[in-house]
C-alpha cells in the first residue's frame, strides 16, 4: 500500500476527451492533453496542446507552455491524489450518469489523470503510479465517490479546462491561455474517412502514429513521381504593358522569372543551391510575375504542363494556384542547375501564343469590371476582369467569332436589340494587349438621352423671360390685370385708364350743368387715383420682386438639381473605380526590400 509520504509526483498529465460528438450534424470531436510538471524546487510548469477534428478536418495544435491560474488548488489536489494512492489500487474510475442529450453542451466523455513518479519514462497508463478515470455515461453509474469526483473538480482548475461548449468556442482559462493575443499554428491531417484516427494525442497513439507514416510515405512517393516542370522566362518575353512601370534599367530585367506548382520542393532547392544577390523593385518584379502567372494560367495548358496528375481525365484546370517569382541570382547559373537537375522548362510564348488579351473599357474609358460573352454562339456567359479591366480568353473554337457586352443594372431590362460587339480572333494578334470600347447598353443610352431632351427646355424657357417685359409696355390693360410690365408703362397707363373710366361715369350719370362741380370731383378724383396709382405702383414693385424671387428660386432649384446630377455621376464614377481597383492584380503590393527567394517561396498565384 503507497502512503502519503511515499507518493510523491514529478509529473501529472491529464486528458479531456469529447468523442462521437456531432452537433448539428457535423462532427466535432476534440482531445486535450495537459502536462504539469512539478519539478522539486520549481514552480511548477503546464503546457497544453489538442487535436481537433470538424466536420472532417483533422487539427493538430502543438505543445505549448500555458499560464493558469488556479490558486491554491495545486496543494489540495496532491493531498487529495496521496489519499486516492492510499487505498491501494493502481487505477480507480467512476461512470457518472449523464442523461443530457445536449449535443452542443455536453459533459466530457472521457476524463482521465495520470500521476507519475519521474518526468522522464513513458507517458503510458502501465508507467503511471495512479491513474483515475471519469466517463459520462447515459446507461450507468459508479457508486458516488466524493474523493474522486473532488479530484476531477481539482483537475479542471489547475488545467484551465471549462466545459466542452467552453473550450470549443475559447471561452475557459486554457483555450485563453494557449492561443494568446496572435493565435497558434496548427497542423492539418489528411485522412479518409475509413482511416480517420482515434481522438487521441499522435504520441500516445498507435494507430494514429501508423496512419502518419503511411501517409508521409504516400505523400514522399507521390512527389518523386511528379514532373518537374516550370515556366521559365526573362522580361523581355513579356508583354510589354505588364513592364511599362519597370524602370529600364532595373537590375532584375537581368534575372529569371519562373512559375510552378506549389508544392515542388526542388524551387527550395534551387533558391538554396544559388546564391542570390539585394535588388532594387523588387515589389515591382514580384507583381510582374504574379501578373504573368494568372494569364498564363488561363490556358487550359498550363495546367496540363506543370501539374498534369490533378488534370482529370478528358478535362480541363483554368486558373489554379502556383507559386511564382524571380530567383535573385545569375540567370545563366539558374539554368544550368535546372538542366543539371533535370527540370524540364516551359516558354511563356507556348501560352501566350494560345490567349487574346484585352482590355476592355466603356464610351468614357473606365474599365469594365464585367462583361457578358457569347463565345462562338449561345448562351451568353459573365465573364470577370482580371483587374482594370484584364481580360483573358483561350484562342479556341469557341472565340473564332465572339461578341461582348456591357453588363445590365439591376434597374435595366434585357432587350432583343442590346448592342453587342463583334470580335474575330484573326483580328486580334497574340501577345498583344488590345484596348476595346464595348458599347453601353441601349436602355442605358436612351435613358440618358430622354434626360437630356428635358434638360434642354428648361433651358430655352429660362432665356425668353426678356420677350413678356417688352410686350407689357403696348399692353397695358393686361399688365395690370396680373402680367409683368415695366414701372414706368404700368404707371402710366394705370392713370390713363382710371381717367378715362371716370370721365366716362361723370358723362354718363351728371348733367352739364354739373359740369364745374363735375371737374371739381374729377380734380378729386384724379387726385385719389394718383393716390391709388402710386399704391398701385408699390404693388407692382412687391409682385415683381415675389415673382424674381420665385423665378430665382426656380433656377436655384434646377441648378441644385443639376450638381446632385452631377454629384451622383461623379460617385458612380468613383465607385466602379474603387470595385475596378479592388480586383485581383490591380492593387500594388508594399513591402520592405526584401532577398527575392524569401518572397518567391511566399508568393502564391490563384
Known amino acids: 500500500m503507497t502512503t502519503h509520504d511515499e507518493f510523491a509526483p514529478t509529473k501529472a498529465v491529464f486528458y479531456f476527451r469529447t468523442l462521437d460528438r456531432w452537433p448539428g450534424g457535423n462532427a466535432d470531436m476534440i482531445t486535450i492533453k495537459a502536462v504539469l510538471r512539478l519539478s522539486p524546487g520549481a514552480a511548477p510548469e503546464l503546457e497544453a496542446q489538442f487535436y481537433r477534428c470538424f466536420d472532417g478536418r483533422h487539427m493538430w495544435y502543438p505543445p505549448r ?3 493558469v491560474d488556479s490558486g491554491e488548488a495545486l496543494a489540495e489536489f496532491l493531498a487529495v491524489a496521496r489519499s486516492l494512492a492510499a487505498r491501494g489500487s493502481q487505477a480507480l474510475a467512476i461512470h457518472r450518469f449523464d442523461a443530457a442529450e445536449d449535443e452542443w453542451d455536453p459533459d466530457w466523455a472521457d476524463s482521465e489523470v495520470l500521476l507519475y513518479a519521474t518526468d522522464d519514462g513513458p507517458e503510458t497508463p502501465e508507467e503511471a503510479s495512479l491513474r483515475l478515470v471519469r466517463r459520462a455515461s447515459k446507461s450507468e453509474s459508479s457508486a458516488p465517490d466524493p474523493e474522486l469526483e473532488r479530484a476531477f473538480e481539482l483537475a479542471h482548475r489547475l488545467t484551465g479546462v471549462g466545459r466542452v461548449s467552453q473550450f470549443g468556442n475559447t471561452e475557459d482559462a486554457l483555450a485563453a491561455a494557449y492561443w494568446g493575443p496572435d493565435g497558434a499554428p496548427e497542423q492539418d491531417f489528411d485522412y479518409t474517412v ?6 487521441l494525442p499522435p504520441e500516445t497513439d498507435a494507430v494514429f502514429l501508423e496512419l502518419q507514416a503511411a501517409h508521409a510515405q504516400a505523400k514522399a512517393q507521390a512527389e518523386g513521381s511528379r514532373p518537374k516542370t516550370m515556366l521559365v522566362y526573362r522580361l523581355d518575353e513579356v508583354p510589354e504593358f505588364l513592364t511599362r512601370e519597370l524602370p529600364p534599367d532595373a537590375s532584375v530585367r537581368q534575372c529569371l522569372f519562373f512559375a510552378a506548382r506549389e508544392d515542388h520542393r526542388f524551387l527550395d532547392a534551387l533558391i538554396a543551391a544559388v546564391p542570390e544577390r539585394e535588388h532594387d523593385d523588387t515589389d515591382a518584379a514580384m507583381d510582374i510575375a504574379d501578373r504573368v502567372t494568372r494569364i498564363a494560367s488561363q490556358s487550359e495548358d498550363f495546367a496540363k504542363a506543370l501539374r498534369p496528375d490533378k488534370v482529370p481525365a478528358g478535362g480541363a484546370i483554368i486558373g489554379g494556384t502556383y507559386g511564382n517569382g524571380f530567383h535573385g541570382g545569375d540567370a545563366e547559373a539558374v539554368e544550368r542547375w535546372l538542366e543539371a537537375h533535370g527540370v524540364e522548362r516551359v516558354s511563356l510564348r507556348t501560352f501566350l501564343d494560345k490567349l487574346i488579351l484585352l482590355r476592355l473599357v466603356d464610351e468614357e474609358g473606365a474599365p469594365l469590371e464585367q462583361v457578358d460573352k457569347v463565345p462562338g454562339g449561345p448562351p451568353a456567359r459573365t465573364e470577370n476582369s482580371l483587374g482594370d479591366g484584364l481580360y483573358v480568353f483561350e484562342r479556341d473554337r469557341r472565340h473564332v467569332r465572339f461578341e461582348l457586352a456591357q453588363v445590365l443594372e439591376a434597374d435595366e431590362e434585357d432587350d432583343e436589340d442590346e448592342p453587342w460587339l463583334e470580335l474575330r480572333s484573326e483580328d486580334l494578334p497574340p501577345g498583344v494587349l488590345h484596348t476595346v470600347t464595348v458599347p453601353a447598353p441601349a436602355a442605358r443610352k436612351a435613358a ?8 434642354a427646355p428648361v433651358k430655352m424657357a429660362a432665356g425668353k423671360k426678356t420677350t413678356p417685359k417688352a410686350a407689357a409696355g403696348k399692353t397695358a390693360a393686361k399688365a395690370a390685370a396680373g402680367k409683368k410690365a415695366s414701372k414706368a408703362a404700368a404707371g402710366k397707363t394705370a392713370a390713363k385708364a382710371a381717367a378715362g ?4 361715369k361723370a358723362a354718363a350719370g351728371k348733367t352739364a350743368a354739373k359740369a364745374a362741380a363735375g371737374k371739381k370731383a374729377a380734380k378729386a378724383a384724379a387726385g385719389k387715383k394718383a393716390a391709388k396709382a402710386a399704391a398701385g405702383k408699390k404693388a407692382s414693385k412687391a409682385a415683381a420682386g415675389k415673382k424674381a424671387s420665385k423665378a430665382a428660386g426656380k433656377k436655384t432649384a434646377k441648378a441644385a438639381a443639376g450638381k446632385k446630377t452631377t454629384s451622383k455621376a ?3 464614377k468613383k465607385t466602379a473605380a474603387k ?13 520592405a526590400k526584401k532577398t527575392s527567394s524569401k518572397q518567391a517561396r511566399s508568393k502564391k498565384t490563384k
Do not use: H, L
Open 65 to 67: 507552455r500555458v499560464a
Open 194 to 199: 475509413e482511416a480517420t484516427p482515434t481522438y
Open 448 to 455: 440618358e438621352t430622354k434626360k437630356a431632351e428635358k434638360q
Open 501 to 504: 373710366k371716370k370721365a366716362a
Open 570 to 572: 461623379a460617385a458612380s
Open 579 to 591: 470595385k475596378t481597383a479592388s480586383k485581383p492584380g490591380a492593387a500594388k503590393k508594399k513591402s
